[in-house]
């Protein structure tokens, strides 16, 4: 996979998310009770709503690199609808948007979303074009070019195929 050099402020939540499941291997960090606690899983119907989240934020890192989605899933925006955010000022007048219930892996996803969207790195989140990885990276190429999450295996491996088949 890669060399896993998480993506900058909130995003990270994002890539940690999408990386729970490695399709390689089929292991999903969220079966397993630290899994689910990293992101605050409590119960089944949690559990299951951001395995929802998670795969359709893949779909939406493999459209940022070009790539169609790998399978069907619930819009991005209709599961962030249900994440309301607010506008919160500080006394030294900085504003941001914060999640209206902190609570919910979707709001801590969409308030991250749109922390990035302002600081113009949501695009940057892709998802790696090898079938069978697909693993969250932060494309940190000067022209946004990226795409494996590593030209030390996805990319070297893709390469080595379009070789062979010449």
Known sequence: MSERVPAPGGLALVQDLVNTLN????????????????????GERETAAARELREALRAALLAHAGHPPHRETTPLDVLLAEAPLVVTVGTDGTTTLAPADPRPLTSRVAAAIAEALVAHTWPRLKACEAPDCHWAYYDRSPASRGRWCSMSSCGARAKMRRYRAK
């Open 23 to 42: 399709l390689e291997s089929g292991a999903d960090s969220l079966d397993t009770a630290e899994g689910r606690a990293r992101f605050g899983l409590t």
